[in-house]
C-alpha cells in the first residue's frame, strides 16, 4: 500500500481467511511437527538420530522418547495457534475493514511463539529448544561446528533455513507492516516494505550461511590434509568447493528477481525481455544443479554415475539401504526434482505482483517445507549408511564417504 503498484488497497479473499501473519506462524509450527515425525519414523527403523547430531541421548529408559518430547511441544504451541485463529474468524467474519482492525491477534501469537522458544520451562522440551536456539547462534554468521561437536546437526539447520527462506522474508513483511505507520500487518502483503533490497537480502541469508560453511569445511580439509584420497582424487576438499557453488547459484536467481521488481532501463543497461532470459537461465541452473546435489551427493545414490547398472543394488540406488521398499527412493527423486524445479521460481519476489497469488505462494512454501521434509528422512538416513556401513573396497560409491571427507 502507500503508493506501491506491487499491493492493491483491497484484501484478497485468501488474505481474508489467512493473513500473513498467520500463514508465517502456521508454517513455523508445521516445521515442528514435521520434525518431530522425522525422528519418530527414524526411531521406528533404528536410525539413531541424537548420536549423528552429537544430542545427548536419554539417561534413562523411563524417559520419553525424543520424538514424544518434539510432538509435545508442537501440541504447545498448535494449540494457542487454533484458539487464535478461531477467535480471528470469529471477531472478523470476512470483513476486510475488522481484518485490518485485529492485526493485534496474529501478532500476539507470534510473540507468544518467540517466548516459547525463551522460557526456561521443561514441559515446553527445555533442552531441546535450548540446542536448537544455540545451533542457530552458530549457524546465523555462517559457522559450523567440529564433526565431535555437532558438525551434521549445523549442516542440516542450515539446510532446512534454506527451505524457509521465503517465509523468513515473509515474516519480515509482517514486522515491517506492522510498525509502519497507518498500515496492518493483515492486509495485503506489502512486499516492497523497508525498501526494493530488503526482502531479497533475506532470502539470500540462508544460502549465504550454507556458502560460509562449505568454504569453512574446505579451508579445514586443505589444513588437515595428509594426503589426496587414492579412490577418489577428492581429498583435497573439492567437493566443498563444488557444494558452495550450488548456494551461490541461488543469488542471481534473487537478485534478477529484485532487478524485475524495479525495473529501470536507465539503470540496469538491459532490455526487460533480456533480464527475464537471464532470469530463466540461473532457475534452470540452480534447479538442476540442486536436485544433481541432492541424489548423487546428499543421498548417495548412483543415478548419475556409472554405478547405476550395478547389479549388486537396485538400478540407480545403492548397495546399503535402511527404507526397504526400493521405490521409495524412486518416488523421492521425482518429487524432488518437481518441487526444486517449482520452488525456485518461487524465490522470485517479483512474482508477488500478481493479485492471485497470495494462496499460491503460501502454497509454494508448504510444498518446499514438504519437499525439506522427505529430504532430512533420506538425507539422515544416508549418514547412518555412512557412519555405520563399512563399505567392501571395490564400493566406489560409498568408498568416497567412509570417514576421509564430508561433501556435505
Request: hydrophobic content about 45%; aromatic content about 12%; proline content about 5%.
Amino acid at each position: 500500500m502507500d503508493g506501491d503498484p506491487a499491493v492493491e488497497p483491497e484484501l484478497d479473499s485468501f488474505s481474508l481467511f489467512l493473513p500473513l501473519p498467520y500463514r508465517v506462524a502456521l508454517i513455523l509450527v508445521l516445521g515442528v511437527w514435521a520434525w518431530g515425525s522425522n525422528l519418530h519414523y527414524l526411531a521406528l527403523i533404528k536410525i539413531d538420530v541424537p548420536a549423528l547430531i552429537r544430542y545427548p541421548s536419554r539417561s534413562s529408559p523411563t524417559h520419553s522418547p525424543h520424538h514424544f518430547s518434539t510432538y509435545r511441544l508442537a501440541t504447545l504451541l498448535t494449540l494457542p495457534l487454533l484458539a487464535s485463529l478461531l477467535l480471528f474468524w470469529t471477531v472478523t467474519h470476512g470483513s476486510a475493514s475488522l481484518v485490518l482492525s485485529w492485526e493485534v491477534l496474529p501478532n500476539l501469537y507470534l510473540l507468544l511463539l518467540l517466548i516459547s522458544f525463551l522460557l526456561p520451562i521443561q514441559a515446553l522440551s527445555r533442552t531441546g529448544r535450548y540446542r536448537f536456539l544455540s545451533t542457530l547462534k552458530r549457524i546465523s554468521i555462517g559457522g559450523i561446528a567440529e564433526t565431535q561437536d555437532g558438525k551434521f546437526g549445523d549442516i542440516l539447520a542450515a539446510d532446512v533455513l534454506t527451505s524457509y527462506a521465503k517465509v523468513l522474508g515473509d515474516l519480515f513483511i509482517a514486522l515491517c507492516m506492522f510498525v509502519k505507520p497507518r498500515v496492518s500487518s493483515t492486509a495485503r502483503p506489502e512486499r516492497g516494505c523497508g525498501g526494493s533490497f530488503m526482502v531479497p537480502l533475506i532470502i539470500s541469508v540462508p544460502s549465504l550461511i550454507r556458502l560460509r560453511q562449505c568454504l569453512i569445511e574446505f579451508m579445514r580439509v586443505r589444513k588437515s590434509r595428509e594426503r589426496i584420497d587414492e579412490i577418489t582424487g577428492q581429498g583435497w576438499g573439492g567437493q566443498h568447493l563444488a557444494n558452495a557453488l550450488k548456494y551461490s547459484s541461488a543469488l542471481p536467481v534473487i537478485i534478477l528477481s529484485a532487478l524485475q521488481r524495479g525495473y529501470d532501463p536507465t539503470k540496469i543497461g538491459m532490455s526487460e525481455t533480456g533480464l527475464y532470459r537471464l532470469w530463466l537461465f540461473f532457475v534452470f541452473v540452480n534447479s538442476f544443479y540442486s536436485f544433481y546435489w541432492d541424489v548423487a551427493k546428499d543421498w548417495d545414490l548412483s543415478l548419475f554415475s556409472s554405478e547405476r547398472n550395478n547389479p549388486e543394488h537396485p538400478w540407480g540406488l545403492r548397495r546399503h539401504r535402511y527404507f526397504h521398499a526400493e521405490m521409495i527412493y524412486y518416488v523421492a527423486i521425482v518429487v524432488d526434482l518437481l518441487l526444486r524445479c517449482t520452488w525456485s521460481f518461487k524465490l522470485s519476489p517479483h512474482l508477488d505482483h500478481f493479485n492471485d497469488l497470495e494462496g499460491g505462494i503460501f502454497l509454494m512454501e508448504l510444498l518446499e517445507i514438504f519437499r525439506r521434509w522427505i529430504w532430512i528422512f533420506f538425507r539422515i538416513e544416508t549418514e547412518w549408511v555412512r557412519n555405520n556401513r563399512r563399505p567392501a573396497p571395490d564400493d566406489i560409491l560409498l568408498g568416497d564417504f567412509n570417514g576421509k571427507i564430508d561433501d556435505d
